[in-house]
């Protein structure tokens, strides 16, 4: 079946920094792929999306491309602030069902 | 567009007692809504799927006796968790989608906090 593998963390940063959160895939046929954004007590936000190969999806400074060919959808952001504390979570649209990875908390300290 | 709500966003109740969580899709007719469970620390495991007007496709190890889901119409599904236990707390999320092919969005409510006493 389908699956999702992203980065174990926690990740911890300093304002400013660069992150990046790999995000790996299995999947048949023609997936689209998601980072959602899960806020301390809150639900999911989508972040971003990309339904296509080569597609970019961005959003808030996060940006992420589609690539079949490593089956990957790395996040990344060139300039985290402290408001960007929260967990991560990769997944995939197939076949009418949604595969989450484990999901990334990243701490961005001042 | 495509907000999905949750009510209540948190409940506590006593163990034995049911609880009833509904999920809406205030500006799109959902034709397909999903229920997730996520426990702390956790990514969200799928527990059901529901299309409107059929019953719901359980995951395995969900059982549907104690998870009642109902998708009454294009813009409403209830998750009703019966004879709530301690180990029933958690954060219930839902989620709606009008999938016009195989690989369509879901989107996502707000999630429901239950604490069972």
């Known amino acids: 079946g389908d699956s999702v593998t992203q980065m174990e963390g926690p990740v911890t940063l300093s304002e400013e920094a660069f992150l990046t959160i790999n995000c790996t895939y299995t999947?048949?046929?023609?997936?689209?792929l998601f980072w959602y954004v899960q806020y301390p007590g809150e639900g999911l936000q989508l972040l971003l999306k990309a339904t296509k190969a080569d597609d970019k999806g961005s959003n808030k400074g996060f940006e992420a491309t589609y690539r079949k060919e490593t089956t990957s959808f790395h996040l990344e952001k060139g300039s985290v602030q402290v408001s960007d504390s929260a967990v991560y979570f990769c997944a995939l649209v197939n076949d009418y069902k949604l595969s989450f990875g484990a999901g990334t908390t990243v701490t961005v300290r001042a | 567009g495509a907000v999905v709500s949750q009510h209540p966003s948190w409940v506590i109740c006593k163990s034995g007692t049911s609880v009833k969580i509904e999920c809406r899709s205030l500006?799109?007719?959902?034709?397909?809504m999903f229920w997730y469970r996520q426990f702390p620390k956790q990514s969200l495991m799928l527990m059901a799927t529901s299309n409107e007007g059929s019953k719901a496709t359980y995951e395995q190890g969900v059982e549907k006796d104690k998870f009642l889901i109902n998708h009454a119409s294009l813009t409403l599904s209830t998750l009703t968790v019966t004879s709530a236990h301690p180990e029933d707390s958690s954060f219930y999320i839902c989620s709606a989608s009008f999938p016009r092919d195989r690989a369509s969005e879901q989107f996502f409510g707000p999630g429901t906090r239950l604490t069972v006493l």
């Open positions: 999947a048949t046929g023609y997936p689209s």
């Open positions: 500006d799109f007719q959902a034709t397909t």
